[in-house]
């Protein structure tokens, strides 16, 4: 059975730092990414990484902050996030792709999701 399952979110003040993990299971994926939706608003590309390796884009919110990663012997992809802010709360969610083709960034190409992780930032 194939499954992503993301952990790691959780309530912190801004500044601080969080982990995201998402652990896959039944197969190995071409592409893993993490989009996240915060309330009110549509769900938007954070970063993705490719299972052979090469360049990890990011979305321009997420550059120099976010840190996307992956665990090859354990099938995981991480999403580390540094210097918090209140706007980066959302409900994070891990994609992954079968395919290398396909557009990384809209939510139509990936074939599993995870249940989503809450990250919530005060002030």
């Known amino acids: 059975q194939v499954q992503l399952v993301e952990s790691g979110g959780g309530s912190v003040q801004a500044g601080g730092s969080l982990r995201l993990s998402c652990a896959a299971s039944?197969?190995?994926?071409?592409?893993y990414a993490w989009f996240r939706q915060a309330p009110g608003k549509e769900r938007e590309f954070v970063a993705i990484i490719r299972w052979r390796g090469g360049s990890t884009p990011y979305t321009d919110s997420a550059k120099g902050r976010f840190t996307i990663s992956r665990d090859i012997a354990k099938n995981t992809v991480f999403l580390q996030i540094e210097s918090l802010k209140p706007e980066d709360t959302a409900v994070y969610y891990c994609a992954a792709a079968i395919n290398y083709d396909g557009s990384d960034y809209s939510t139509g190409d990936y074939d599993y999701w995870g249940q989503g992780t809450q990250v919530t930032v005060s002030s």
């Open positions: 039944g197969r190995i994926f071409s592409r």
